[in-house]
C-alpha cells in the first residue's frame, strides 16, 4: 500500500503513553465559535524554571524549557482561489498547489543592515482546514484570509496580522497576471521563437529534394531544453510531431545544445501557414514576445532583446508597447541592436508574469535582487465567512497571494527524535511555560544560585512556531542578559537568528555559544525527515549571521543515521565552516521505546529500499539493539561502522578547523542588578 509522501505531521502515528497521564490545564479559546486548533496549547503549571540534569556525557547540568512539545499547527490561511505567484512566474490558485512546487518567493526577515531579496520557495507542506475569514480589499486587488494571515506592510516592512490592518496601511505589492496559453498565445510563441533563432528553408509548392527541390526544413537549436519542449507541446496541438533531439553544432561548439526540427513536406506546410498568420490579438503578441524572448532575451542587471534585423526589433517594440512596456532601442552600428525594458524590477516581474517565457535560467536572474516592489494601500477590512482555506509552508516562509507579500505557517523546526513524547501528541498538545522570564529572574535573583551555564533548551527546541508570537524565548534571553548569566543554545529554526543582539550581547561577555542541528544538506531527505524544519540552508544562513554578530556557533550532526546520512558529514561540515561556525560535534541515532517503532514505520513509508539496510547499521552500532542508553556509549555508538563515522568525522572537522571546541563560557560577569525596592551599596 502507497503512503503520500507529504511533508505533514512526522508521524500519523499516536502510541498510548507508557506512564501515568499527564495532568494539564487548558488554554481557554478566546473565540468559542471558532472550530478547534488543530494544535491545543496548554498551560505549564509548574513553579519551577530550570530542569537538573545528573547525566555524565551531557555537557550542562540545567537547562530552561520555554515549551515541552514541538507545534506544528497551522493557522495562516487564504482562500483556495487566491492566486499565488510560482517561480515561472505563473498565477495560479493555492488550492492547485503541490508540494514539490517551487513559488516565486523572498527573504522572511533581510539581513542586518540589507533589505529583503527575491528567492525561490519550495512549498514544504499544504492543509486545507475550515476556519472564520476577513476580506481584506486594497485599490488593486482583494483577497479572503483569516485574520492571523500575516502581510508585509509598505512603510516600515514589519509583518502585519489580518486583523491588524485598517484603511490607509500600505502593503508590498506586484502585478497580478493570470492569463492562460490559447492557440493564437502558441502560433505567437512559434512565430517569436522562430524569427530569433530559428532556421526556415520551405516554400510552398516545394517537393522531394530527389525531384531537383532545395533541401526543406524547419529546425530550433537552443542550449535550454524548456523552450524545446514547449514548441514539441504548441506543435502538436495544430498536427505537427516533433521531438527534441541532440544538436551537433560542429568541433567549435562551446554549449552542448538540443534541438527540435520538421523535415516533412506536409508538416511544413501546417508551420508556413501558422508563422504567417499574425494575429491582432493580445494572446498573439504575449506569445511573440515570449518565444522571442527566450531565443534572444537576457535577464541580468536589466532585460534586454537582440536582433540584427532592426525591422524585427521594431515589431517586438510595438507588441511590446500594446501590452504597456516601453521598450528602447539601443542601436550598434555592425552588430546586432538591442532593446531594453525601461523600468523598475517590478516591470520585469509584469514582463514575466505576462508573456510567460520558458526559461527558468533567466527568469531565475530575478533571485537574489532586492525586493523593490511597489506600495498597495488597504482599503477596507470586512467580516468574512466561515470557509474553507488553504495553508502553505514553504522553504522561505514567504510568497506572494493576490499580489501581495505575505507569509506562510512559520517555519516550523520539527522533534527531536528523543524529544519530550512520541507520535502526534507531541506535535500538537504543547506545554507553555508562559511566565518562564518571570521564573527566570526569581532563581537568579536568588542568593542560593550559583552562576553556571544554563542550556536553551534540554528537551525541546526553544525556537518553534509559537515562539515567534510569545517571545518566551527573547524575554528568558533578556534575562539572561541582564544577569550576564552564560547561555548555550541548541536549534534547527532559523528564528535563532532574530536574538541575534541579545546573544551578541551576552557573548561580548564571554557568555553564550549557539549550535545548529543539521542532519542533512539533501533538500529531499531533509523534507522527507525534518518535513517541518527549517531547511538546511535556512540554519546555515541564521548561522552565517549570528556568528558576523560575534557569536561563538558550531554544528551539531545529530543524529546521524547509519545507511542513510552519515555519508553526507564531510558536505556537512564543508558547509558549517563556510558559515563561521568554530566546532562540530556529532550524535549517533538512538531509538528508544516507543520511538523505535515509529522510525521503522516511517522508513517503510519512505524508504521501503533502505529499512533493511538502515536498522541492521543502528543495530550493528548498537550491540544488536536499536538502542542504547549506557552513558559513554549512547551518543557515539560502538562497534566497527560507528568507530568508522568517528574516524570520517575527525579527519573532515580536522580539515575545516572545525576539531576544536568552542571558547568557554565565563561566569566573570554575572552580576544580580538592584530591584526597585532595594538600597545601592555605597562600594
Known amino acids: 500500500m502507497s503512503h503520500p509522501d507529504v511533508p505533514g505531521r512526522g508521524t500519523a502515528a499516536n502510541p498510548p503513553n ?12 478566546p473565540d468559542s465559535d471558532a472550530p478547534p486548533a488543530p494544535t491545543v496549547f496548554y498551560r505549564d503549571a509548574s513553579r519551577t524554571i530550570l530542569a537538573e540534569n545528573d547525566s555524565p556525557d551531557i555537557g550542562f547540568r540545567f537547562s530552561l524549557n520555554p515549551y515541552r512539545g514541538c507545534e506544528h499547527g497551522c493557522a495562516y490561511c487564504v482562500e483556495p482561489d487566491t492566486p499565488i505567484l510560482h517561480a515561472d512566474m505563473a498565477w495560479r490558485p493555492i488550492g492547485e498547489v503541490r508540494v514539490g512546487d517551487v513559488l516565486f518567493g523572498f527573504d522572511e526577515f533581510p539581513e542586518p543592515g540589507r533589505t529583503r531579496k527575491f528567492r525561490p520557495a ?41 486583523r491588524q490592518l485598517a484603511a490607509g496601511r500600505r502593503l508590498r505589492y506586484v502585478p497580478v497576471v493570470a492569463e492562460e496559453f490559447d492557440d493564437d498565445y502558441r502560433i505567437g510563441y512559434l512565430a517569436g521563437m522562430t524569427l530569433g533563432d530559428g532556421t526556415f528553408r520551405y516554400q510552398p509548392g516545394w517537393r522531394s529534394r530527389c525531384l531537383g527541390f532545395p533541401v526543406a526544413y524547419w529546425r ?11 514548441l514539441v507541446e504548441f506543435l502538436a496541438r495544430f498536427g505537427v510531431e516533433a521531438h527534441v533531439r541532440p544538436f551537433h553544432g560542429g568541433p567549435r561548439a562551446r554549449r552542448v545544445m538540443e534541438m527540435v526540427q520538421v523535415g516533412s513536406l506536409a508538416r511544413l506546410a501546417i508551420i508556413h501557414a501558422l508563422l504567417n498568420a499574425e494575429r491582432d490579438s493580445r494572446s498573439y503578441r504575449r506569445g511573440f514576445l515570449a518565444g522571442f524572448f527566450d531565443a534572444e532575451g537576457y535577464s541580468g542587471d536589466c532585460l534586454r532583446l537582440s536582433q540584427v534585423d532592426v525591422s524585427v526589433l521594431e515589431r517586438v517594440q510595438r507588441y511590446a508597447a500594446g501590452l504597456g512596456f516601453t521598450f528602447e532601442v539601443e542601436p550598434r552600428p555592425g552588430k546586432a541592436s538591442t532593446l531594453r525594458l525601461v523600468g523598475r524590477l517590478v516591470d520585469r516581474i509584469r514582463f514575466f508574469s505576462m508573456c510567460r517565457p520558458a526559461i527558468a535560467r533567466k527568469i531565475g536572474a530575478l533571485y537574489g535582487c532586492e525586493m523593490n516592489v511597489n506600495p498597495e494601500t488597504v482599503l ?26 505575505t507569509h506562510n505557517c512559520y517555519a516550523r523546526p520539527t522533534h527531536e527524535y528523543l524529544g519530550f513524547s512520541a507520535g502526534l501528541d507531541f506535535e500538537r498538545r504543547i506545554m507553555v511555560k508562559e511566565d518562564a522570564p518571570a521564573l527566570l529572574r526569581q532563581t537568579l535573583a536568588s542568593r542560593r544560585w550559583e552562576p553556571q551555564v544554563v542550556a536553551l533548551s534540554g528537551n525541546t527546541d526553544c525556537y518553534q512556531p ?26 534547527k529554526s532559523a528564528l535563532v537568528a532574530r536574538d541575534a543582539d541579545l546573544f551578541a550581547e551576552l557573548a561580548r561577555q564571554g557568555a553564550a555559544h549557539v549550535l545548529f542541528s543539521v542532519t542533512t544538506l539533501d533538500p ?9 524544519a527549517a531547511r538546511p540552508e535556512r540554519r546555515l544562513e541564521a548561522m552565517a549571521a549570528l556568528a558576523r554578530a560575534g557569536v561563538p556557533v558550531a554544528v551539531l550532526i545529530g543524529p546521524v543515521i547509519p545507511g542513510l546520512n552519515d555519508a553526507e558529514i564531510p558536505r556537512i561540515l564543508e558547509a558549517a565552516a563556510r558559515a563561521g561556525a568554530q566546532s562540530a560535534s556529532w550524535v549517533l541515532l538512538r531509538l528508544p521505546k516507543p520511538v523505535d517503532e515509529l522510525f521503522e514505520r516511517w522508513l517503510e513509508e519512505r524508504y521501503p529500499e533502505r529499512r533493511a539496510r538502515v536498522l541492521a547499521r543502528i543495530r550493528e552500532t548498537r550491540g544488536g539493539r536499536l538502542s542504547d542508553s549506557t552513558f559513554g556509549r549512547r551518543q557515539r555508538g560502538e562497534g566497527e561502522y560507528a568507530e568508522q563515522i568517528a574516524a570520517l568525522f575527525t579527519a573532515v572537522a580536522k580539515k575545516h578547523g572545525l576539531d576544536r571546541r568552542l571558547p568557554p563560557l565565563s561566569i566573570e560577569a554575572f552580576r544580580r542588578p538592584a530591584r526597585g525596592d532595594e538600597q545601592l551599596t555605597l562600594l
Open 380 to 405: 477596507a477590512v470586512e467580516p468574512g465567512p466561515v470557509a474553507d482555506v488553504v495553508d502553505i509552508q514553504t522553504s522561505t516562509g514567504t510568497f506572494f497571494a493576490a499580489g501581495l507579500a
Open 18 to 29: 507508557r506512564y501515568e497521564p499527564l495532568h494539564v490545564e487548558l488554554e481557554p479559546d
Open 122 to 162: 519550495a512549498v514544504e507542506a499544504v492543509w486545507w482546514s475550515r476556519r472564520p475569514t476577513l476580506r481584506l480589499v486594497t485599490e488593486r486587488t482583494e483577497v479572503v484570509a483569516t485574520a492571523e494571515h500575516r502581510w508585509l506592510q509598505a512603510r516600515d516592512f514589519r509583518w502585519s496580522q489580518t
Open 220 to 230: 530550433v537549436a537552443l542550449a535550454d531544453q524548456e523552450p524545446l519542449l514547449r
Open 524 to 532: 529531499e531527505l531533509a523534507r522527507r525527515m525534518e518535513p517541518r
Open 466 to 491: 509559537v515562539e515567534r508570537r510569545l517571545e518566551i524565548t527573547r524575554r528568558c534571553l533578556e534575562v539572561f542578559a541582564e544577569f550576564r548569566n552564560p547561555v548555550s543554545a541548541i536549534t
